[in-house]
Each structure stands twice: as structure tokens, then as C-alpha cells.
């Protein structure tokens, strides 16, 4: 197998601190941490690049924020300039496991997302009768970073690049204990409650590693349990066949594997049922022949959409904003069948 030993130089070098810049503005250039270090960013990426390159770096404090999408969630921004040294980490980290994930992983990767993931999930429901579905309960909360942490090292034999991987998931640790339920898993003693887990619902490298902590799942349910047709995206997957006696055993073996990452699953969610009732995921129900956006989605996009006028009309939300709200919005469910749908949403909008 293929390791990486001398990665670290590549990720202090002033090129690919810059690119990471580039990178990490995107999308963001005027808001407050973006803009201050866009004023001296030569400075601030040379200031970096020393502080990397003599391993005195030492990330900040995490704003933590609270989000209704519609799910409750706690989001854990890094200060600007860690964010800069996650994409300069992913950029060079992200090349070594994009040919070993599974084709059909499609969470935060190039040339995936929700919409392929939505097509291929279509493209089963009309060959499979049956589908299990299954999502982890607290996914981002109860990654064990002892786990994580060796998966990393198996393909990254470079203790420098470790040592800022390191320095990444110290930083993160805990920030998610608040929404940890604990868990005991077999051959746990009591001090398997304070096991370092949890990573920040917000960072680059969160995204990226959640995705590597679950490729050994991946490749387990394609290669042991030789399912022909599986899909995950985050922390909800899908396994589709022919033969509900075989969904069942499979599901049975997948509580099994999770208990090894230390995960567990929403046990009343874990369901097979046939494609044809229709699947929920990704903000849709999917069936064979067509798709409908979920209810709570719409009523979730209306409650927005009336804040944003109300808005609008003080002066709070100026026409751009609020046209980027809307046609945000249109072209998510545009992958649905929402003609109708959209006429009656938007027909009444009054300005």
C-alpha cells in the first residue's frame, strides 16, 4: 500500500498556504475575519507559514452558534486563519483517499452532492423492490478520534503532518460534549465515558474526515455483505435489494460494525421497505417515478421566506439578498416535482 511520509513541507509551503486562502475566502470576502486578514494577507500568510514550520501554531477559540435547518444543530466556526490551515491540510490530504472512498460516497467531494445523490438514488428505486435505510445517531458528536486519529496514521506515516492533525482535533475536542448522549459499548469500563470524541459541525476538516472514519464501513457493506447497491451521504445511507430476508441480516451486521467505530444508529429508523412507498432523503421522497420535497421542507422555506420580506419591507434585506434567498431555494427543489409547487410558494410574493 501506497504512504505518504514527507506530506508536511508541501502543506507549510507559502503556494499552497496561498491557494488555501483563496480557498477559505470564497464566498466570504466581506465578512469581518475574512476582510481583516485580507487587508495584511501576506503578512498573516507568512506569519502562518512560520508558525507551522516551526510547530508553535496554535489554533483559536470556536464561535459555536445554534442552527434550525430545519434540525437543531450546534455549528462551531474556527477563527478565519484556522480555516485557512484546514484547506491547506485537505489540499494535500483530501488526493490520498479520494480513489480509496467508494463511487458512491457523495457528502463534500468533487463531482458528488445531494443532487447526483438524489439521481443514483432514483436510478435503484427503479431497480430494487426493497430499500434499508439507516442514519447514526449524534454522528459528528461520537466520532472517537483514537480511532479516527490511527485511520489517519495507517496512510500517513509523517509525524509532522500528524502532529497539525493533531493540533486540529485537540482543538476541536469537546466543543460537541453538551450534545453527546454517552454510550457504553462491550468491554467498556467507566472511563470509556471520557474518551476524547467529537468533531466541530463547521471545519473543512470535519467534513473530510467524517468521510474517512466511515470508509471502512463503506467498503465493508459493498465487500463483505456484498450489497449491489448502497449509498451514503454524511451519516444516512441506503442499501437496496431484492430480498428482504437478506436487508434484514444485513441490517443485523451493520449494528454490529457501527459498535465497532463506536457508533450506534436510530434502531426505530433502521427499517426496510419497499421502494415504491417512496424514500426520505436528502429533503425528498423519492419513488421510482418522480419526487416530492418534503412537507417540513416547505413550510420550513416559508417561514424564511415571509422573515425575509418582512425584512425586506424596513430595510433590513436589500433585493439582492432576498432574490439570492429565493432562487437559492428554487434551484434545490427544482430537482423535485415542484412546478406546481413553486407557482403556488412564490405566486403570491408581493413586493
Known amino acids: 500500500m501506497k504512504t505518504y511520509r514527507n506530506l508536511y513541507p508541501q502543506i507549510c509551503s507559502f503556494e499552497n498556504l496561498y491557494d488555501a486562502w483563496r480557498k477559505a475566502r470564497k464566498g466570504k470576502r466581506y465578512r469581518e475575519g475574512a476582510a481583516a ?54 489540499r494535500l490530504m483530501e488526493p490520498i483517499w479520494e480513489n480509496r472512498f467508494i463511487y458512491d460516497s457523495y457528502a463534500n467531494r468533487v463531482g458528488k452532492g445531494t443532487h447526483r445523490a438524489l439521481d443514483r438514488t432514483t436510478q435503484f428505486a427503479r431497480q430494487y423492490r426493497y430499500v434499508l435505510q439507516c442514519d447514526v445517531r449524534q454522528f459528528f458528536a461520537s466520532i472517537d478520534l483514537a480511532i479516527l486519529r490511527a485511520e489517519l496514521a495507517r496512510l500517513i506515516p509523517d509525524e509532522n503532518t500528524l502532529w497539525l492533525c493533531d493540533k486540529i482535533l485537540r482543538s476541536g475536542e469537546g466543543v460537541l460534549q453538551e450534545e453527546y448522549e454517552t454510550v457504553y459499548f462491550p468491554g467498556d469500563d467507566l472511563l470509556a465515558a471520557i474518551r476524547p470524541r467529537g468533531l466541530p459541525i463547521g471545519n473543512l476538516t470535519s467534513q473530510f474526515w467524517a468521510n474517512v472514519y466511515l470508509n471502512t464501513f463503506d467498503h465493508f457493506v459493498k465487500r463483505d455483505l456484498k450489497c449491489p447497491a448502497y449509498i451514503r451521504y454524511v451519516d444516512d445511507f441506503l442499501l437496496f435489494g431484492d430480498d428482504i430476508s437478506s436487508l434484514l441480516n444485513w441490517r443485523n451486521a451493520i449494528f454490529e460494525k457501527m459498535a465497532s467505530l463506536r457508533l450506534t444508529l436510530h434502531e426505530k429508523r433502521a427499517q426496510v421497505f419497499p421502494t415504491a412507498t417512496g424514500i426520505p432523503f436528502l429533503g425528498f421522497r423519492i419513488y421510482p417515478d418522480h419526487r416530492r420535497i418534503k412537507h417540513r421542507k416547505v413550510v420550513h422555506f416559508r417561514r424564511k421566506l415571509r422573515r425575509q420580506l418582512e425584512e425586506y419591507s424596513t430595510g433590513g434585506v436589500s433585493i439582492t439578498q432576498l432574490n439570492a434567498c429565493i432562487q437559492g431555494w428554487i434551484n434545490h427543489v427544482r430537482f423535485g416535482d415542484t412546478w406546481g409547487l413553486r407557482k403556488a410558494v412564490l405566486g403570491a410574493i408581493v413586493l
Not at 477559540?61 to 480555516?83: E, G, T, V
Open 37 to 90: 486578514f485580507e487587508r495584511v494577507q501576506e503578512e498573516e500568510l507568512l506569519a502562518l507559514q512560520a508558525e507551522l514550520q516551526h510547530f508553535t501554531y496554535q489554533p483559536g477559540p470556536y464561535h459555536s452558534f445554534y442552527i434550525h435547518d430545519p434540525k437543531k444543530r450546534l455549528i462551531s466556526a474556527a477563527p478565519f486563519r484556522d480555516r485557512v490551515v484546514h484547506h491547506a491540510l485537505c
